[in-house]
């Protein structure tokens, strides 16, 4: 199965701090995809990515949240402001041209306290 | 909204087949999935079908799909414990409905015994 890598594996962070979660998405692959998975819950659609710009987002994708793909490799996550609720863990995810799968990168446990 | 329901747990013993059932709300879905989350890892795709299909075969792994029902199932033959993890059903709508993203299922914990 072709790999997505993410980094770090695991963040803990203050309440109210910015954090940033990295992918390295699968290098043919085109679209761009953020999770997430709070303890005991569904997966959850955040946002997906193509040709630079954002194509679809939940609503919990709010203003505390952002994406970019600032080297064209690196694929970001930001959370301006952490919050307790953030807790969870973040899937990256990567697809292709023909959009029938996505690759899950293994995740990044966030811990907001 | 979309949703897609599935069983919590099951369990069955080692060389058994088991079968996950999943069923969802989204009639214009075009692929549905199955993915496997072993502890303390990400999701691994197993196996997916296009909504044209009823049944999809890959070695051990046997996918059902009853659109006329929304029903999807995944049959594990041989199970074996290695097969312990939990699995999640998903669907991806069609580009007037849900565009690419998945939307998945509550996971089922499958447990193998010997």
């Known amino acids: 199965e072709p790999e997505v890598t993410q980094t770090p594996s695991h963040q803990v962070t203050q309440m109210g701090q910015e954090v940033i979660l990295r992918c390295v998405p699968i290098s043919n692959h085109l679209y761009f995809y953020w999770y997430r998975q709070i303890l005991g819950q569904k997966v959850e659609f955040l946002v997906s990515?193509?040709?630079?710009?954002?194509?679809?987002k939940s609503e919990i994708f709010d203003d505390q949240f952002s994406v970019e793909r600032p080297d064209g490799s690196n694929f970001t996550l930001k959370i301006r402001s952490t919050k307790l609720e953030d807790s969870a863990m973040y899937f990256c995810a990567a697809g292709q041209e023909n959009q029938e799968t996505q690759y899950f990168g293994p995740g990044t446990r966030l811990l907001v306290l | 909204g979309e949703d897609v329901e599935q069983s919590l747990f099951l369990s069955v013993r080692e060389g058994d087949s088991s079968v996950i059932n999943c069923t969802y709300t989204?009639?214009?879905?075009?692929?549905l999935y199955w993915y496997k989350q072993e502890p303390g890892a990400g999701l691994q795709l197993l196996t997916y079908?296009?909504?044209?299909?009823d049944m999809k075969q890959d070695q051990r792994l046997t996918v059902l799909l009853n659109k006329k029902d929304k029903h999807l199932s995944l049959r594990i033959a041989d199970t074996q414990t290695g097969d312990s993890a939990i699995y999640f059903c998903?669907?991806?709508?069609?580009?007037?409905?849900?565009?690419?993203?998945?939307?998945f299922g509550t996971g089922t914990q499958l447990k193998v015994e010997l």
């Open positions: 989204d009639s214009s879905s075009t692929y």
């Open positions: 079908i296009f909504s044209n299909m």
């Open positions: 990515f193509y040709n630079n710009e954002i194509s679809e």
């Open positions: 998903a669907e991806k709508g069609g580009l007037t409905g849900g565009g690419n993203k998945l939307t």
